[in-house]
């Protein structure tokens, strides 16, 4: 897949911006702050209906206004397509796609994207939440109808969690509130269904995943990806002992029997705190490297190993399944934060790939195997070497 033109209206800082992009390596240089990782985000919010950087959508929208615009027209070979979202402030964000309505989740079928950001050390090293972000973007990407069982599950989770704190305010002991069994049928259906895809998910990960460390990191340290599943027991989310998920990829049935169980035991205890305990909410992604947790184990450069090797391998998985050809391959400001090795390494493995997108605040951290069209961006202005310019107003970015 090409992105061949990026349009943007009142997205972060720019009041509008348009982008040329070209087969090959594509650089974005310019100073902190003057809006190239913005140019990324649109992308790939495309792809993945979500943020690398924020969690919800209303910091993307341009300050004093109700909406912003992301608009790309994509080549998937010889078709072109051309998708655009609006996203609101308020209300639900709106899609089009060759000019027609449609539902925001068919968006990630046109668009594959991998993002490669300082950000992504927050995966290995920060709270579970960061895990379970990057492997549901990458089950969006790779099953778009994931989106939807998300977001439903999502909901059902609010609404269950307020119907808890509901009862823990009134007083009602776990055998009065049968209402809740409704809404335990509804968590326990999506619920499995998103546990299932992410054990799917992991156990196609592996291989690519320990080719990716070992080019990476020019060493086999035998890295490993495991769900802990609080269907089986502890919590992950506060630091209790959990089980790696011992289940099999394909037994759906048998994680609901465990999801089933898990919430009837606990239910006392989610009515006594008003939280709902138990679902993959609640799980984390445990990565390992020389059989030890990579969090609190590796050291820095293991650490930046490993999430790099969880982007190229994510690289690799859309490029076997994707008929649209390899995902744009983005490199968000990475470079500045690895040394000179890993720096030639991911260059050498990602500059293969039929589009790269590589922002910089100084253009020599850039590999020269990367360095082809150069474009310049400036208090939101982009500039290269044809005459085509898009203004806007400063804001980090």
Same mark, same amino acid.
């Given at each position: 897949?090409?992105?061949?033109?990026?349009?943007?209206?009142?997205?972060?800082?720019?009041?509008?911006?348009?982008?040329?992009?070209?087969?090959?390596?594509?650089?974005?240089?310019?100073?902190?702050?003057?809006?190239?990782?913005?140019?990324?985000?649109?992308?790939?919010?495309?792809?993945?209906?979500?943020?690398?950087?924020?969690?919800?959508?209303?910091?993307?929208?341009?300050?004093?206004?109700?909406?912003?615009?992301?608009?790309?027209?994509?080549?998937?070979?010889?078709?072109?397509?051309?998708?655009?979202?609006?996203?609101?402030?308020?209300?639900?964000?709106?899609?089009?796609?060759?000019?027609?309505?449609?539902?925001?989740?068919?968006?990630?079928?046109?668009?594959?994207?991998?993002?490669?950001?300082?950000?992504?050390?927050?995966?290995?090293?920060?709270?579970?939440?960061?895990?379970?972000?990057?492997?549901?973007?990458?089950?969006?990407?790779?099953?778009?109808?994931?989106?939807?069982?998300?977001?439903?599950?999502?909901?059902? +989770?609010?609404?269950?969690?307020?119907?808890?704190?509901?009862?823990? =305010?009134?007083?009602?002991?776990?055998?009065?509130?049968?209402?809740?069994?409704?809404?335990?049928?509804?968590?326990?259906?999506?619920?499995?269904?998103?546990?299932?895809?992410?054990?799917?998910?992991?156990?196609? +990960?592996?291989?690519?995943?320990?080719?990716?460390?070992?080019?990476?990191?020019?060493?086999?340290?035998?890295?490993?990806?495991?769900?802990?599943?609080?269907?089986?027991?502890g919590d992950p989310e506060e630091g209790a002992l959990a089980q790696e998920s011992g289940?099999?990829?394909?037994?759906?049935?048998?994680?609901?029997?465990?999801?089933?169980?898990?919430?009837?035991?606990?239910?006392?205890?989610?009515?006594?705190?008003?939280?709902?305990?138990?679902?993959?909410?609640?799980?984390?992604?445990?990565?390992?490297?020389?059989?030890?947790?990579?969090?609190?184990?590796?050291?820095?450069?293991?650490?930046?190993?490993?999430?790099?090797?969880?982007?190229?391998?994510?690289?690799?998985?859309?490029?076997?399944?994707?008929?649209?050809?390899?995902?744009?391959?983005?490199?968000?400001?990475?470079?500045?934060?690895?040394?000179?090795?890993?720096?030639?390494?991911?260059?050498?493995?990602?500059?293969?790939?039929?589009?790269?997108?590589?922002? =910089?605040?100084?253009?020599?951290?850039?590999?020269?195997?990367?360095?082809?069209?150069?474009?310049?961006?400036?208090?939101?202005?982009?500039?290269?070497?044809?005459?085509?310019?898009?203004?806007?107003?400063?804001d980090a970015g």
């Amino acid at each position: 897949m090409i992105v061949e033109h990026l349009n943007l209206v009142d997205f972060r800082n720019y009041a509008t911006a348009d982008l040329t992009l070209h087969p090959g390596p594509n650089v974005l240089v310019g100073r902190n702050g003057q809006g190239k990782t913005n140019l990324a985000e649109a992308i790939v919010f495309l792809a993945t209906l979500g943020s690398h950087r924020v969690s919800t959508d209303a910091p993307m929208v341009r300050d004093g206004h109700d909406s912003a615009v992301i608009r790309a027209r994509l080549a998937h070979g010889r078709r072109t397509v051309l998708v655009e979202v609006q996203l609101n402030r308020q209300g639900s964000n709106k899609a089009r796609i060759n000019g027609s309505p449609a539902k925001t989740n068919e968006l990630p079928r046109y668009a594959h994207v991998v993002l490669f950001a300082p950000e992504d050390l927050q995966i290995v090293r920060g709270d579970p939440s960061s895990r379970r972000r990057f492997a549901d973007q990458l089950l969006i990407q790779r099953a778009p109808r994931m989106a939807g069982v998300i977001a439903d599950y999502d909901r059902v +989770l609010r609404q269950r969690t307020a119907l808890l704190k509901s009862a823990r =305010a009134r007083g009602i002991r776990g055998e009065g509130l049968s209402t809740l069994d409704v809404w335990d049928d509804k968590l326990v259906a999506l619920g499995s269904e998103i546990i299932h895809a992410r054990l799917r998910l992991a156990s196609d +990960l592996q291989q690519p995943l320990t080719a990716a460390y070992s080019d990476i990191a020019g060493a086999d340290h035998r890295p490993l990806l495991d769900w802990a599943l609080s269907v089986r027991g502890g919590d992950p989310e506060e630091g209790a002992l959990a089980q790696e998920s011992g289940v099999s990829q394909d037994a759906r049935g048998e994680i609901q029997d465990l999801f089933r169980a898990a919430l009837l035991e606990r239910r006392a205890k989610e009515i006594e705190r008003g939280l709902t305990l138990v679902g993959p909410h609640r799980d984390d992604l445990i990565l390992r490297v020389r059989d030890l947790p990579v969090k609190g184990y590796a050291s820095h450069g293991e650490s930046w190993s490993v999430a790099l090797a969880l982007r190229l391998a994510s690289a690799e998985l859309l490029r076997a399944e994707s008929p649209a050809g390899d995902p744009v391959l983005i490199l968000d400001d990475v470079f500045a934060e690895l040394d000179a090795d890993r720096r030639r390494r991911l260059a050498d493995l990602t500059a293969g790939y039929e589009q790269v997108l590589v922002t =910089a605040a100084v253009e020599e951290d850039i590999p020269e195997v990367l360095h082809r069209h150069v474009v310049r961006i400036h208090a939101g202005t982009i500039s290269d070497d044809r005459p085509s310019t898009s203004s806007g107003e400063e804001d980090a970015g």
